[in-house]
């Protein structure tokens, strides 16, 4: 049977909660060297280990969505599942990412080994968690068939000019997020956006919890203290293309690593993530059979569902189209779901 091509898609921060402790111990077991490593890594700096973080009796949301504990666990699981994923079934023809997840990617692509990644995560999910600079809030602009609701993009936009004519407001977009959008700001700012936004779906608008002001220009001194304190010399040539926040592919065979590093550490930090142009570039690039969204956590399911709608992919108009297609032929797997992730590992 021929294999199939895959998309490879890592994880951000929020996606380790309640449902996924001990993710590590029930999917992983078989990776106590990468899982050691980590503990080594974390005790040497001082910090709870991932296998306590995941071993804890009871999950924490004070604890568990610290960004210098969760960024590092959700990197543990997510390189885990990575390389559980089974290439005898698969052929892997790109990596790309969800903000954090970026970081991770470069880990699964090849351009930076399993230390420095862990070391790039850990770094800066703990100088995001000492600064805690700004906040975050998700959004929607699309109905709850995942279709696009005409203008709404616009008003946002326009609703983001008047708050930041507010005095001592700064809000920006953070991440285009398939049918979503993350606002970054400071609290002054998102708390005048809460308060301007209609509820829709009875869930939105929503803070993200121990969410700093990620991919903003209030980011600038987490990301001069990142291209000061990183060298470009830890990146290697990636053994699978990238594909990064702006929708642009890093070649293994043409990617500098002096280049790779300032956008690492310069433009991906301080600047908006474009999750949806990653996607469809990765989708009009290199026409993979099916995507394969990494755990821990199933929330990046609906954004890469309308990352792909909003491209019309496989002829998908809608959710219901979507479902659909899941049904006859599934071009989604998600790792974090146990059905979808015993077809993939």
Not at 152 to 174: A, F, H, V
Not at 222 to 243: C, E, G, T, V, Y
């Amino acid at each position: 049977m021929p294999k199939k091509t895959a998309l490879v898609v890592a994880p951000g921060r929020g996606t380790y909660n309640k449902d996924e402790l001990g993710y590590l111990k029930r999917h992983h077991s078989d990776k106590k060297d990468l899982i050691a490593m980590a503990d080594k890594y974390r005790q040497g700096k001082g910090q709870t280990t991932i296998s306590d973080l995941d071993g804890a009796d009871a999950f924490a949301l004070k604890e568990h969505t610290r960004g210098d504990n969760a960024s590092p666990l959700i990197y543990t699981c997510a390189y885990a599942d990575f390389l559980s994923i089974d290439r005898d079934k698969f052929d892997i023809v790109a990596v790309t990412g969800n903000s954090m997840g970026w970081y991770i990617a470069l880990g699964c692509g090849g351009a930076l080994d399993e230390h420095n990644t862990l070391d790039v995560i850990n770094t800066m999910g703990t100088w995001m968690q000492e600064s805690l600079i700004g906040g975050q809030l998700i959004y929607t602009c699309v109905d709850e068939n995942w279709v696009m609701i005409d203008g709404k993009r616009d008003e946002l936009n326009t609703l983001i000019d008047k708050i930041n004519e507010m005095d001592g407001c700064d809000c920006y977009l953070s991440i285009d997020l398939g049918g979503m959008i993350v606002f970054g700001g400071n609290d002054k700012a998102l708390k005048e956006l809460e308060k301007s936004l209609d509820v829709m779906q009875e869930r939105f608008p929503f803070r993200l919890v121990n969410h700093a002001a990620f991919h903003t220009p209030l980011q600038q001194p987490i990301s001069q203290k990142a291209l000061d304190h990183f060298n470009p010399s830890m990146f290697r040539r990636a053994q699978h293309p990238l594909i990064d926040g702006r929708g642009h592919i890093w070649s293994p065979y043409s990617t500098d690593p002096s280049d790779i590093c300032d956008y690492t550490f310069g433009h991906q930090v301080v600047a908006p993530y474009d999750f949806t142009s990653a996607i469809q570039v990765g989708m009009k690039e290199f026409a993979p059979d099916c995507v394969i969204c990494l755990g821990p956590g199933t929330t990046l399911g609906g954004a890469i569902a309308q990352s792909l709608i909003q491209i019309k992919w496989m002829d998908m108009h809608s959710k219901d189209d979507f479902i659909k297609q899941q049904k006859s032929a599934p071009i989604l797997y998600s790792m974090g779901m146990d059905d979808q992730r015993k077809l993939v590992a």
